[in-house]
């Protein structure tokens, strides 16, 4: 276990979600989509764009001076068909040579305290099926599969 320091985010770590997120953003991608790493970049861009516009908080991991991984949740995204309160992960990700070494869980736990301690009963999130890490990681902290998103190619 790396001793990581999970801290609130700001402005200053934006340059690095970006950053991060533009080099992992590949394990998003699903087995049945074409695609470039150009537009998905530029997609990733209007993503935190927008999330950074809603009602959102970053978590970062932290170990001295270097940053190791972020998670940036919205916390003003109600569940579309109950309408119930939740924290929503926006992205997440830990740098590829700090990864198996707890940091990914030491973030998803500072995110379900922070989203507690806002009173939110549940936090979800959206899972690509070929993203084996990150699906392990869910389903080690309890995480279930609550509807699945289906594509057909035409
Ligand atoms: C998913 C991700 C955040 C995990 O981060 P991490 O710091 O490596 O995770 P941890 O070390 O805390 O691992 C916790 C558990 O997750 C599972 N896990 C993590 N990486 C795994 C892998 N490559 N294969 C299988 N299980 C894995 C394991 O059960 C692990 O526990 P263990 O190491 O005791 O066996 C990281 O792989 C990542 O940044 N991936 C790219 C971005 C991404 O996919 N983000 C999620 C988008 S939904």
Redo the contacts with the bound molecule.
Sequence with gaps: MARVNVRKGGRADVPFVLDLGKR??E??VSAERDWTRERTGENYDRLIEYALGQSHELLVAQEGADRL?FVLYLDELPDEVTGSPQAF?V??????H??????????FTAFEESARGRGLPYVS????EQ????R??Y??LGYVTERRQLCKRL
Excluded: D, F, H, W
């Excluded at 999130?125 to 690509?128: A, G, K, N, W």
């Excluded at 993203?131 to 990150?134: D, H, L, Q, S, T």
């Design positions: 992992t953003i394990s998003s991984g992960v992205y997440a990700a830990v740098e590829p700090a990864r198996r070494k707890g940091v990914g869980r030491a973030l999130l959206m899972v690509t993203n084996v890490a990150a392990e990681l389903a080690q």
